[in-house]
């Protein structure tokens, strides 16, 4: 598939993407609110990768070098907030819980960005900014690993997440002790390995997902024994079954 690059867009306002679609690396003064009201998107970043439903948020605090891509047709909606505008006081970017209402406003005040009365979108921004307080951060997130023996092992089950060798095995394979590698993970990616395995195959079942893909076909691509327990683990992390993401 053929990838179609775009020019940075502007802190707020609406972006409509194509499947494969990517937005270049660039930064804003603001922070800003990425939003993807249909569709998956990811957020790249020096130091890891976000990616989210539309029952979740990716905040980006100004000033972060950051890269974009859509998995299906993707509606992107940004909100771009001034520097002294953070509630949730988040220096690093963050997967952020996103109900009902908080979606509304969000789409509400993209809409038109440049239009309408600025007196009544200084109140609904001050809404959406009471609603933000109320949106947990989210554990979804695969961190860069730095130590080459660690980002052999994480390259391996990026190229197969269904690929379900212990780390010992999986060591041995790149040359490291399973002792080291544990190590590695808690102190560069702040997580234990087993932990990093299933955001790595949560981050591959929202692509698959994207792209139509049976959620029985997704669960055993991913490494999961059974539609049943894949599904189960998904509602867990996003608080939606599956089949809302198709």
Known sequence: MSISRHTPVAPTGLR???AGA????????????VYAARGVLSVTTGSGRWIAPATQA??????TVHEHRAYGRTDMHLVGLAVDMNP???????????EPLLRELIIEYTRDPDGGDQAERDRLRAVLLDRLRYSPRQ???????RDPRLAAVC???????????TLAQLGAQVGAGERTLSRLFRTELHMTFPQWRTQLRLHHALILLAENTPVTTVAHRCGWASASAFIDVFRRT?????GRNR
């Open 139 to 145: 554990p979804v997130h695969l961190p860069t690993p």
């Open 155 to 165: 390259a391996l089950l990026h190229d197969d997440p269904a690929d379900g060798r």
């Open 58 to 63: 990716i905040w980006v605090p100004a000033g």
């Open 22 to 33: 990517e937005i270049g690396a660039h930064h804003h003064d603001e922070h800003q609110i």
């Open 238 to 242: 996003f608080g939606h079954t599956p």
């Open 88 to 98: 949730l006081a988040l220096h690093a970017p963050a997967v952020l819980a996103v």
């Open 16 to 18: 409509r993407l194509e």
